[in-house]
Nanobody
Framework: QVQLVESGGGLVQPGGSLRLSCAAS????????MGWYRQAPGNQRELVAT???????NYADSVKGRFTISRDNAKRTVYLQMNSLKPEDTAVYYC???????????????WGKGTLVTVSS
């Protein structure tokens, strides 16, 4: 069993900051890419940022320069530092990880249950 648990969401004023965390646990041999996605009411889920096992990063244009993704492989945790938040960043943020459960197995995508970020004055 593999679990991804997000934390760090909440209510913040425009221009403020939040840091999301997502910890993976369970039967894990290796974690490949990890990432954050978000879904606003009425919208489809969209990519926010991803990070490879070698720490190469990719960002949606809408968050470049404001959000930073990082990971701590020893803690099996991925982070999303969100600065200069805007009302349009309001969404449920989901953690994603491609996880290999045992040697010679293929990686599978796992998702967390999401954490709500609300940007409002």
């Amino acid at each position: 069993q593999v679990q991804l648990v997000e934390s760090g969401g909440g209510l913040v004023q425009p221009g403020g900051s939040l840091r999301l965390s997502c910890a993976a646990s369970g039967s894990i041999f290796r974690i490949n890419a990890m990432g954050w996605y978000r879904q606003a009411p009425g919208n489809q889920r969209e990519l926010v940022a991803t990070i490879t096992s070698g720490s190469n990063t990719n960002y949606a244009d809408s968050v470049k320069g404001r959000f930073t993704i990082s990971r701590d492989n020893a803690k099996r945790t991925v982070y999303l530092q969100m600065n200069s938040l805007k009302p349009e960043d309001t969404a449920v943020y989901y953690c994603n990880a491609n996880i290999v459960r045992a040697a010679h197995y293929y990686g599978m995508d796992y998702w967390g249950k999401g954490t709500l970020v609300t940007v409002s004055s």
